[in-house]
């Protein structure tokens, strides 16, 4: 149980692109989601708190207006990176909170590279 | 934002012995959760401590959740090759919602 599925796992893609990565609980209901950035070699990076039906909540110096966030169901959260630069490419990942024991599962990441 | 200390940063051990790590941190937490991520791949939750003192084990792997609140270890006995990656501690209180993490322990097994 308490699987989390990312899509896609790899994008490469152009400058002044969007991105969309999807984040989805697969055998559990998750009202609050998370997203994370993790440079090479460094731990993860704290983006943005994202729950259902309400705006996300985003960490001090992350852009929300490059970097939307969308909790449109219980089993979906959404990262859209947009007018991609170079210096957005990096390993993001999300996490999926279950409700009762407060453990955070995380998605296999999406490695984005912008050219 | 905070992060957890964890010590040693990087581990070189053979294929057969046992290996320690901890985490500390200046604050209190209320959950201890230790993560593996392997290269490429999102963490992999290993443990989690609900109680100060309380001392929990999956398979080879043990660890404690300390009495202060403010630090965690966790132990691997008889490594093998696939206990090769990065181990995370994270900390979490109830109520805040969000994860700190640790700096992480990246653990190699020399042949």
């Given at each position: 149980g308490a699987v989390v599925s990312q899509h896609p796992s790899r994008v490469i893609c152009k400058s002044g692109t969007s991105v969309k990565i999807e984040c989805r609980s697969l055998d559990f209901q998750a009202t609050t989601m998370f997203w994370y950035r993790q440079f090479p070699k460094k731990s993860l990076m704290l983006m943005a708190t994202s729950n259902e039906g309400s705006k996300a909540t985003y960490e001090q110096g992350v852009e929300k207006d490059k970097f939307l966030i969308n909790h449109a169901s219980l089993t979906l959260s959404t990262l859209t990176v947009t007018s991609a630069h170079p210096e957005d490419s990096s390993f993001y990942i999300c996490s999926a909170r279950v409700a009762v024991t407060y453990e955070q599962y995380f998605g296999p990441g999406t490695r984005l590279t912008v050219t | 934002g905070q992060q957890l200390n964890q010590s040693p940063q990087s581990m070189f051990i053979q294929e057969g012995e046992d290996v320690s790590m901890n985490c500390t941190s200046s604050s209190i937490f209320n959950t201890w959760l230790w993560y593996k991520q392997d290269p490429g791949e999102g963490p992999v939750l290993l443990i989690a401590l609900y109680k100060a003192g309380e001392l929990t084990s999956n398979g080879r792997l043990t660890a404690q959740f300390g009495i202060t609140r403010k630090d965690s270890f966790l132990n691997i006995s008889a490594?093998?090759?696939?206990?090769v990656g990065i181990y995370f501690c994270a900390g979490d209180n109830f109520g805040n919602e969000k994860l700190t993490f640790g700096t992480g322990t990246r653990l190699t097994i020399i042949p």
């Open positions: - | 490594s093998i090759p696939s206990d």
